[in-house]
């Protein structure tokens, strides 16, 4: 399958403070990509999504930005919360199909 | 969002037996729907998607009599480990995703929703 992989493992951030988590993905032919956040035991929430034909979609207080020349996917979470703390994790398909890959995920801790 | 539920959320069995989890879509009728494998402290491994109406597919590497998947309609779709060993214990997860025109959860494309999980522990 493809492969999608994140530059860090684990990020620690200040409650209040913006977070940005990072995810590099190597199949040029994805066109859609999800953020997921999964919290301990359960299955992946979605938080926000972005297609190929976009650089930046924004939604409450978390925005994606997509850069595919270097095939790059971001995550920014506006200030952070103690809610926010989880594992977050980048997924990858190629339109029309409902296949995801998952990169190896960012542990995000909001210290208070 | 949508609603995919999981059941059994948890569940202990002994070795050589077989354990059916549950996948069922609540509000929206899918299709295809997808199971994953995790591994503590590690991302969501794709082990096969699962066709309504017809045979599944199974990414590389996983074994189709081991893990078998049934898509009996367009709501649920059943996981069963089959002669379950310890090494098959893991959390293990479906995903749904609507029907071509029915995405109306503020996804661009036909998003995909996932069930809590399932933990499967072999003894």
């Known amino acids: 399958g493809e492969s999608v992989g994140l530059h860090l493992p684990t990020l620690s951030v200040q409650e209040g403070d913006n977070s940005i988590i990072n995810c590099a993905y190597s199949?040029?032919?994805?066109?859609?990509f999800i953020w997921y956040k999964q919290e301990s035991g359960k299955g992946p929430q979605f938080i926000i999504d972005i297609r190929s034909n976009m650089d930046k979609r924004q939604g409450q207080r978390v925005t994606v930005l997509l850069n595919k020349t270097v095939k790059h996917l971001s995550l920014q979470i506006a200030a952070t919360q103690p809610g926010d703390s989880a594992v977050y994790f980048c997924?990858?398909?190629?339109?029309?199909?409902?296949?995801?890959?998952f990169g190896s995920g960012t542990k995000l801790n909001v210290k208070p | 969002g949508a609603v995919v539920s999981q059941h059994p959320s948890r569940v202990i069995c002994k070795s050589g037996t077989s354990v059916k989890i549950e996948c069922r879509s609540l509000d929206f009728q899918a299709t295809t729907m997808f199971w994953y494998r995790q591994f503590p402290k590690q991302s969501l491994m794709l082990m096969a998607t699962?066709?309504?109406?017809?045979?599944?597919?199974?990414e590389q590497g996983v074994e189709k009599d081991k893990f078998l998947i049934n898509h009996a309609s367009l709501t649920l779709s059943t996981l069963t480990v089959t002669s379950a060993h310890p090494e098959d214990s893991s959390f293990y997860i479906c995903?749904?995703?609507?029907?071509?025109?029915?995405?109306?959860?503020?996804?661009?494309?036909?998003?995909?929703?996932f069930g809590q999980g399932t933990r499967l522990t072999v003894v």
């Open positions: 199949n040029s032919a994805s066109d859609y």
């Open positions: 997924a990858e398909n190629q339109y029309n199909f409902n296949k995801f890959y």
């Open positions: 995903s749904a995703s609507p029907s071509p025109g029915q995405s109306r959860f503020g996804g661009m494309n036909t998003e995909a929703f």
């Open positions: 699962s066709n309504e109406g017809s045979k599944a597919t199974y």
